[in-house]
């Protein structure tokens, strides 16, 4: 079976192979307000100031990280015994 790069989504589907969203795209604009804006800079405000700790909602974002590295890691090990 082919690995897709998967972005991980907060709709029940939980990912996509594609970096937008059809689900979410139906109930919420694609664009970011300034509202929006404003309330993710009091979010960032507040991480600095260490009154809220954002680091659970980051996490789910870049769990593939290390994955990918250990992918291309083997990738390139292959390479080089090949
Ligand atoms: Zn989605």
Redesign the pocket.
Known sequence: MTQFTRYV????????PYPY????QQLEPQHITPGQWRAAGILLQLEREGKLDLTPLRRPMFWWVPRALLVLAVFIALVILI
Do not use: K, N
Not at 9 to 16: D, E, K, L, R, S
């Open positions: 989504c907060t709709c029940p589907m939980g990912w996509h969203c059809p689900y979410r």
